[in-house]
């Protein structure tokens, strides 16, 4: 009786390594994601910060301070829907990442499938021997006894 050997073996590693890292990098997009939120909450949080001091109760405010105001309010809102663009992008990466990692798990399962029947059917195929050759030994065995009387 022979061994069994999977002759995809070689492709089913491949297919996990590309599972594995196709896994490894979705986790570093989530990784960035959460930097992206971290720097845009941190941002937020400065910048209400920055505008509970400017407007604390009888501050006296001169022109050029509202005008640096005004600026620093225009930049923060140019700032913000940057970082939102950026988180956005990061988002769709994620989710054509996701979509890769789906389709490298299904191209392994379907491997995995494809081992788990060939092993089956050779366990079958094996048992089926084995009963031929154990049915020989006794029809061998019986022939002698049945010779001998």
């Keep these: 009786m022979k061994?069994?050997?999977?002759?995809?073996a070689g492709v089913l590693r491949l297919r996990v390594q590309q599972a594995e890292a196709a896994e490894a990098k979705l986790a570093f997009l989530y990784a960035e994601l959460q930097t992206i939120q971290t720097r845009q909450q941190e941002?937020?949080?400065?910048?209400?910060?920055?505008?509970?001091?400017?407007?604390?109760?009888?501050?006296?405010?001169?022109a050029e301070s509202l005008l640096q105001m005004d600026a620093y309010?225009?930049?923060?809102?140019i700032e913000r829907r940057r970082q939102t663009q950026v988180a956005a992008q990061c988002i769709a990466r994620i989710q054509e990442q996701n979509a890769r990692v789906i389709e490298a798990k299904r191209n392994?399962?379907?491997?995995?499938?494809?081992?788990?029947?060939?092993?089956?059917?050779w366990e079958l195929d094996n048992a089926r021997e084995e009963q031929a050759l154990a049915?020989?030994?006794?029809?061998?065995?019986?022939?002698?006894?049945q010779g001998g009387q």
């Design 43 to 62: 941002f937020d949080d400065q910048l209400q910060k920055d505008q509970d001091e400017l407007l604390t109760p009888n501050r006296v405010l001169a």
């Design 135 to 145: 049915e020989e030994a006794f029809m061998s065995q019986w022939g002698k006894h």
């Design 3 to 8: 061994r069994y050997a999977f002759s995809l």
């Design 108 to 121: 392994q399962q379907l491997l995995e499938k494809l081992r788990d029947r060939t092993r089956q059917r």
């Design 73 to 77: 309010r225009r930049w923060a809102a």
